[in-house]
């Protein structure tokens, strides 16, 4: 997936792709300190890095992982 922009950052849609999830997941992870935002677009609203976001992406399924003690990719597997 290309950014439309030019400067190479996310938008919150664009991120939420990237990563296959839902625009209210990105903002949410925003909320929860999980993704900071690296800049703002000409209306206010947050940018994101390709790296930020997977970075989010793999402390939130980690966070999950160690609060549940249930491994999703264990799931899927027996499934």
Do not use: C
Not at 7 to 29: M, N, S
Not at 37 to 62: F, I, K, N
């Amino acid at each position: 997936m290309r950014p439309a922009r030019g400067d190479g950052f996310l938008t919150t849609a664009e991120a939420a792709r990237l990563v296959g999830v839902k625009p209210v997941t990105i903002r949410r992870w925003r909320h929860l300190g999980y993704l900071l935002a690296q800049g703002l677009d000409e209306h206010g609203y947050p940018l994101h890095s390709r790296t930020a976001v997977r970075a989010a992406e793999r402390r939130v399924r980690e966070n999950g992982l160690q609060a549940s003690g249930i491994d999703p990719r264990q799931l899927r597997r027996a499934a």
